[in-house]
């Protein structure tokens, strides 16, 4: 397996609420804390999990500050500092390295819908923005509306501090481009957990997980069982998970995640509008599921 710049398994971390509907940030700090003690190698603040498009950037600043305080050198702190608007993303990834966090997180810009070239000169611009800070790419065009395509990606690993890929476009042959196009030192991450072993057959290094919450150290295990060559345990601790995959994405990430946290007594509080709570039934199939997992 190829070196991963941010460790093997990522958790995209949510972001908790209290019941006023304020950051409950002592409640971040634990949660932090206990998914480092748990299987994740870094976390990943205010990505799509975190619900960032919902957040203030004081409100993510602050959740910076309070995680990696927490933390410390003991994991990888990801910051996601992405927009649509170029000069908003470089303004804020200077932020996230003026408060000492090991890299940010690019999401393809939405909604503007550019072309490659404008994708190519938007990270470009960011990279180069902050040479001390190294990036992760977020490839997911099912939020975007744009993928971000191989012959992209190629270029854009050429930038020193351009390290990684998040790759969430479901597609295993654009990964597998991807790996041929880029070198061996460029970090592949899935972002699905279900995608996390296909993807580490052709080339990927990990995962940033929703369900490393639940199960980090699973997802530790079943990564490293196949890096030994011990492919029927990889396979199989996939196929024991599978069922808490689907059902942490039967609704809208991380409507799921947060009533799978709740209902384990983390208090993670609910949803900003305009996203809203589990409905009963999905509730009751993620409660059925973590029970046979023994995770409730």
Known sequence: MNNAPFGRVIAAMVTPFSPDGSVNYAVAEKLAIHLIDNGNDGLLICGTTGESPSLTWEEEYELFRVVKKAVGDRAKIIAGTGSNSTTEAIAATQEAAKLGLDGSLQVVPYYNKPPQAGLERHFSAIAKACPELPMMLYNIPGRTSRNLEAETVA??????????????????????????????????????????????????????????????????????????????????????????????????????????????????????????????????????????????
């Not at 990990?206 to 199960?215: P, Q």
């Open 155 to 296: 270029k854009l690993a050429q930038i020193p501090n351009i390290v990684a890929i998040k790759e969430a476009s479901g597609n295993l042959e654009q990964a597998c481009q991807i790996r041929r196009l880029t070198p061996p030192e460029f970090g592949i991450y899935s972002g699905d957990d279900f995608l996390t072993l296909p993807l580490l057959t052709v080339g990927g290094v990990g995962v940033v997980s929703v369900a490393s919450h639940l199960v980090g150290n699973q997802m530790q295990e079943m990564i490293q069982a196949f890096a030994e060559g011990k492919n029927q345990i990889a396979v199989e601790l996939t196929i024991k998970l599978f069922p808490l995959f689907k059902v942490l994405f039967a609704d809208t990430n991380p409507i799921p995640i947060k009533a799978a946290l709740n209902l384990q007594g983390w208090e993670v509080g609910g949803l900003r509008s305009p996203l809203c709570e589990l409905e009963l039934g999905l509730k009751e199939q993620l409660k059925t599921v973590l029970q046979d997992l023994d995770l409730i």
